[in-house]
């Protein structure tokens, strides 16, 4: 079993949809972190969590502490939001550990 | 662009060659860590710096793997004698202790062995 576990693995959605994306730890972190994936290997850093919620845009990104689950949500889908989305629990001196991410495919 | 660049982008070898992979941080950033990626999957911690200091190798980092940061600047990653199962993405990322502790990522530069 893994330390960080997401689902779905694949998720395909038409634009406009209303997007979420789960993240689960079974480790000790001191934050979760989500990053976006393009074709190609570029990865971006999307938030960072220790506690409650954070939006940015269109994105929105929730953590409950005791159950040790992660959300990611996504309002307004667009096909421009295609990626894969990745979780990642921060350890000890920042180490990340990274869940195997979610391919996320929007359509018109 | 995030200001993290490494180079190669693309590195096509032999196996039982050597190949060295170079990253350059943030210019203001004290923690480098490596990081690999195989097809499919999220990416795996290797090795991390603070300054030129190595404090943290993973079990993956067999013998064959060493990393350096010299000057606490840019890095470079070696892999002695590569075997096919080295083939895989090589992600470089930067951050600072002093900041938000962001970790900025590189393009990564992707291996192939034959």
């Known amino acids: 079993k893994n330390e960080v576990e997401q689902s779905p693995q694949n998720l395909t959605a038409q634009e406009g949809e209303f997007i979420t994306i789960n993240c689960s730890y079974s480790?000790?972190?001191?934050?979760l972190h989500w990053l976006q994936q393009h074709p190609g290997g570029g990865i971006v850093s999307l938030f960072m969590l220790s506690s409650g919620k954070k939006k940015h845009g269109r994105l929105i990104a929730t953590i409950n502490i005791q159950e040790k689950h992660s959300s990611l949500h996504i309002t307004a889908s667009h096909p421009r939001d295609s990626a894969v989305y990745i979780c990642a629990g921060e350890g000890t001196a920042s180490k990340l550990t990274f869940g195997t991410g979610t391919r996320l495919q929007v359509t018109l | 662009d995030t200001g993290v660049s490494q180079d190669p982008r693309h590195k096509i070898t032999k196996r039982g060659q050597n190949v060295t992979f170079r990253c350059d941080p943030i210019s203001e950033h004290n923690r480098l860590y490596w990081y690999r990626q195989t097809l499919g999957q999220g990416p795996e911690f290797l090795t991390y710096?603070?300054?030129?200091?190595?404090?943290?190798k993973s079990r993956l980092l067999s013998d064959r793997f060493s990393a350096e940061r010299p000057k606490g600047s840019f890095s470079t990653l070696e892999i002695q004698r590569t075997e096919q199962g080295d083939s895989a993405m090589y992600l470089c990322?930067?951050?600072?202790?002093?900041?938000?502790?962001?970790?900025?990522f590189g393009p990564g530069t992707r291996l192939t062995v034959l």
């Open positions: 990322a930067s951050s600072s202790r002093n900041r938000d502790d962001t970790q900025y």
């Open positions: 710096f603070q300054n030129e200091a190595q404090l943290e």
């Open positions: 480790v000790g972190i001191s934050a």
